[in-house]
Nanobody, 114 residues
Framework: QEQLVESGGGLVQAGGSLRLSCAAS????????MGWYRQAPGKQRELVATITSGGSTNYADSVKGRFTISRDNAKNTVYLQMNSLKPEDTGVYYC????????WGRGTQVTVSS
């Protein structure tokens, strides 16, 4: 059964760093895109960053220069290194994996205090 397991969220002060991980298991088809989305309280889910199987990346303007997405294809794992965190980065971060289907993790909470 397909499963995405996220880890690495938590509480951090503004200016701090966190690293999120998402390990995909049970997915038999080739993984095309892997990415991270986030949802702040009262807001819609929004794209944070994506990465293709070839390593091409895409970032939301709000995180460019601060966040870095990477992936380990052998481990079917995607990472999000978040630096210089701001209170507006607070939200639930969801892992997304796209093959022939679209898979979502359960989310991990990131809270940035001012």
């Amino acid at each position: 059964q397909e499963q995405l397991v996220e880890s690495g969220g938590g509480l951090v002060q503004a200016g701090g760093s966190l690293r999120l991980s998402c390990a995909a298991s049970g997915i038999i088809f080739r993984i095309n895109y892997m990415g991270w989305y986030r949802q702040a309280p009262g807001k819609q889910r929004e794209l944070v960053a994506t990465i293709t199987s070839g390593g091409s990346t895409n970032y939301a303007d709000s995180v460019k220069g601060r966040f870095t997405i990477s992936r380990d294809n052998a481990k079917n794992t995607v990472y999000l290194q978040m630096n210089s965190l701001k209170p507006e980065d607070t939200g639930v971060y969801y892992c997304n994996v796209v093959t022939r289907s679209n898979y979502w993790g359960r989310g991990t909470q990131v809270t940035v205090s001012s």
